[in-house]
C-alpha cells in the first residue's frame, strides 16, 4: 500500500459519499484514502482499469476507471467511473467510452480482479484484456 492520508467525508461530493455508503462504508470508522495497493499480490493504482460487469446487449465488459482508493477497517473500495467498451478487432482491444456514472466495489465485487492498464491512439483510450472474461450468467 502506497502511504495513505485519512480522507475527511465532509470534503467529498454527495454522490461519492453515497456511494460510499452503498458499499457499506461506515461514517463512524476513519477512511483512508490512497494512490496505490496490492491485493493478493495484484496491485492497483488510481487510473487503471477493471472490468465491473459484462453488457449482455453488446457482449462487451464493461470498465472500471480507478478515480480513488478508499481504505476502511482493512478492506479496500475503489472509487470507479464506468466506461463502456466497444471492441476494435484491428486493435485486439476494447475501446473505453467514459460515462458519468460512478460506484464504489471493493475486489470481491469486480467481475474479474486484474488491474488493466490503457493505451492512448490518437484521441482514444484502449484496453488490451490479459485473459480471459466472462460472465458466468451467460452459462447458466
Known amino acids: 500500500m502506497s502511504s495513505t492520508v485519512d480522507?475527511?467525508?465532509?470534503?467529498?461530493s454527495d454522490c461519492v459519499i453515497d456511494a460510499l455508503v452503498q458499499n457499506n462504508?461506515?461514517?463512524?470508522?476513519p477512511l483512508h484514502q490512497c494512490k496505490s495497493v496490492s491485493v493478493?499480490?495484484?496491485?492497483?493504482?488510481c487510473c487503471m482499469y477493471v472490468i465491473t460487469d459484462f453488457d449482455s446487449n453488446s457482449d462487451t465488459p464493461v470498465f472500471g476507471h480507478i478515480d480513488n482508493i478508499f481504505i476502511q477497517q482493512m478492506k479496500v473500495h475503489f472509487l470507479l467511473?464506468?466506461?463502456?467498451s466497444n471492441y476494435d478487432s484491428h486493435l485486439s482491444?476494447?475501446?473505453l467510452c467514459v460515462a458519468d456514472d460512478i460506484t464504489v466495489q471493493n475486489v470481491d465485487q469486480l467481475l474479474d480482479c486484474y488491474p488493466l492498464s490503457a493505451y492512448v491512439v490518437g484521441l482514444n483510450r484502449f484496453v488490451v484484456l490479459?485473459?480471459?472474461?466472462y460472465s458466468h450468467s451467460l452459462f447458466k
Do not use: H, P, Q
Request: proline letters at 0%; one cysteine or more.
Open 130 to 133: 490479459k485473459n480471459f472474461v
Open 7 to 12: 480522507a475527511d467525508m465532509n470534503y467529498l
Open 25 to 29: 462504508v461506515s461514517r463512524s470508522y
Open 81 to 84: 467511473r464506468i466506461c463502456k
Open 93 to 95: 482491444s476494447y475501446e
Open 40 to 45: 493478493n499480490g495484484l496491485t492497483y493504482r
